[in-house]
């Protein structure tokens, strides 16, 4: 059974930080295109980060360029968003997805509709 466990989401003042982590079980995705997505209360799902295979090439959304970091550890089959000067904007569940194909079927990174395997999420909350 394949699943995608996120943690380390909390509560946090805006200008802190949070370190979110993305555990994989049932399925080795170090050849596989991985994201972020995050979903605020009566607003859909967007993207946030987006990382390939090797971990050299990221893609992040405007809002959150230079401010978040997106990396992975394939031999611990885990991917870390690493959420600097945070914003009350940045309120939301933040969900980690992967794509089972191979890396060069992913297209468009920003599409939810690309990515297969979902976690729950876990709540970001940062006060003003």
């Known amino acids: 059974q394949v699943q995608l466990v996120e943690s380390g989401g909390g509560l946090v003042q805006a200008g802190g930080s949070l370190r979110l982590s993305c555990a994989a079980s049932?399925?080795?995705?170090?050849?596989?295109?991985m994201g972020w997505f995050r979903q605020a209360p009566g607003k859909e799902r967007e993207f946030v980060a987006a990382?390939?295979?090797?971990?050299?090439?990221?893609y992040y959304t405007d809002s959150v360029k230079g401010r978040f970091t997106i990396s992975r550890d394939n031999a611990k089959n885990t991917v870390t968003l690493q959420m600097d000067s945070l914003k009350p904007e940045d309120t939301a569940v933040y969900l980690c997805?992967?794509?089972?194909?191979?890396?060069?079927?992913?297209?468009?990174?920003?599409?939810?509709?690309?990515?297969?395997?979902w976690g729950r999420g876990t709540q970001v909350t940062v006060s003003s």
């Open positions: 997805a992967a794509d089972s194909r191979p890396p060069d079927f992913t297209v468009n990174y920003r599409n939810r509709l690309e990515y297969d395997y």
């Open positions: 049932g399925v080795t995705f170090s050849n596989n295109v």
């Open positions: 990382i390939r295979e090797t971990g050299r090439i990221t």
